[in-house]
């Protein structure tokens, strides 16, 4: 079982026992993706950390960071920037099994989403899926709330091929995005993304979705069966449901992205009382602010070392009334500022994601969509 810690800073950790885990689904086809490319593919699966044959079986589970890391990896030995897109592709509803079943058998496109989102818990423990209708438009995408994230920018750019597929298989061919918010620097070759995922996406933002006129929520999923339905979503309810203290943590990192950050807000998402909030998390030893400042220190780091967003818009983003309380609880929790974070984290960043290689532009450059994978 999961179990919670405290550190002398007040920040909520998990022990070491808590490996944050994602079931492979479609990833089981990074090995022939690679492959194609011309690279290793057991070199670079052995140097994320992971076993042979770990992605063999589309319903095993592996630790998240080492999922991330092959895919950062993949994108270093490819010399391919945009190789989470390519990894993303591949997948499609049937790849999420019984979750994908209960998604693509659902009534509207809007039901359907809220599935997805409400039972993706149980295939990673390490980012969730979120569905916010707001103004007339809805952001469907993904945010990773997973401590040992290092770098999730290929991670994001999966996922977001990913939805882009599920909403074509929901919605129809039709369908279009309005806009793309990825919460990463923009690349060198912004060609890839502009043709998968049909518009010019903004980067650097504060958090990864697809964004669309709400209007599609109503539109009927065409072959929809009730009784597949039914069957998956008794399925998915045996499975049962995460610890506790990591729906929390899902929760408050659900309200961040709402603009809110009370635990008034988290309980109500959770349908508890605030007492009984602080009561189940008391006895696990710790406290709601503790879960909060941990969502909000992982949220900034990932910020502050994949994205060139500006600190007051951070700031903004975690629910501060200001760039200056955030910079001095920054700087307690990570015995350093912002600005250093960032500054130390983009070094790294340049190196891992300088590509110049020759090869880049002879195979992945603006005239090619690159591999397809099968």
Same mark, same amino acid.
């Given at each position: ?11 909520? =950790?998990? *022990?070491p026992?808590?490996v ?13 993706l690679?492959?194609?490319?011309g ?8 140097? *994320? ?20 890391r092959?895919?950062?990896e993949?994108?270093?030995?490819t ?7 390519l990894a993303?592709?591949?997948?499609h ?22 599935? !997805?989102a409400?039972?993706? =818990?149980l295939?990673?423990t390490?980012?969730l ?14 945010a990773?709330? =997973?401590t ?13 091929a990913?939805?882009?597929? +599920? ?13 793309? +918010?990825?919460?990463h ?5 912004i060609?890839p993304?502009?043709? !998968?995922?049909?518009v010019?996406?903004?980067?650097? *933002? ?14 009927p ?12 979503l *008794? ?8 610890? +506790? ?5 899902r929760?408050?990192?659900?309200? !961040? ?18 007492r009984?909030?602080n ?6 030893g ?10 909000? +220190? ?10 060139d967003?500006? !600190? ?9 009334a ?22 130390a ?5 340049l ?13 992945f450059?603006?005239?090619t ?5 099968a």
């Amino acid at each position: 079982m999961l179990r919670s810690k405290v550190s002398s800073g007040g920040l909520l =950790h998990l *022990a070491p026992a808590a490996v944050a885990m994602q079931r492979v689904g479609a990833f089981a086809g990074l090995p022939m993706l690679l492959t194609q490319v011309g690279t290793d593919a057991e070199s670079v699966v052995a140097s *994320a950390g992971l076993a042979p044959g770990a992605l063999d079986n589309p319903g095993n589970h592996v630790p998240y960071t080492a999922l991330c890391r092959l895919l950062s990896e993949g994108a270093a030995r490819t010399s391919c920037a945009h190789f989470g897109l390519l990894a993303g592709r591949m997948w499609h509803l049937s790849d999420l099994g019984a979750l994908g079943e209960l998604t693509a058998h659902s009534g509207t496109v809007g039901e359907a989403l809220q599935s !997805l989102a409400t039972y993706q =818990h149980l295939h990673s423990t390490g980012g969730l899926v979120f569905v916010l209708e707001r103004g007339g438009v809805v952001d469907f995408g993904y945010a990773i709330y =997973h401590t040992g994230v290092a770098a999730g920018d290929q991670f994001y750019d999966s996922i977001l091929a990913a939805a882009f597929n +599920f909403m074509r298989e929901l919605a129809g061919p039709g369908w279009l995005p309005a806009d793309v +918010f990825i919460p990463h620097a923009r690349p060198r070759d912004i060609g890839p993304y502009r043709r !998968l995922l049909k518009v010019q996406p903004r980067f650097d *933002a504060e958090f990864c979705a697809i964004r669309f006129a709400a209007s599609w929520l109503s539109r009927p999923v065409a072959g929809s069966d009730p009784v597949r339905r039914r069957e998956a979503l *008794a399925q998915l309810e045996a499975a049962g449901a995460g610890e +506790f203290v990591d729906q929390v943590i899902r929760a408050v990192r659900t309200v !961040l992205l709402q603009g809110k950050h009370s635990g008034d807000d988290v309980a109500q998402m959770l349908s508890m009382h605030r007492r009984t909030l602080n009561r189940r998390l008391q006895a696990r030893g710790t406290t709601f602010q503790q879960v909060l400042d941990k969502v909000r +220190f992982d949220v900034a780091r990932q910020l502050l070392g994949e994205s060139d967003i500006p !600190l007051d818009d951070v700031a903004a983003t975690l629910g501060y009334a200001g760039v200056s309380p955030f910079m001095r609880t920054f700087r307690r929790w990570a015995r350093t500022t912002p600005g250093q974070w960032r500054r130390a984290a983009a070094v790294a960043r340049l190196a891992r994601d300088a590509f110049p290689s020759p090869e880049y532009d002879a195979r992945f450059g603006e005239g090619t969509e690159g591999p397809r994978a099968a």
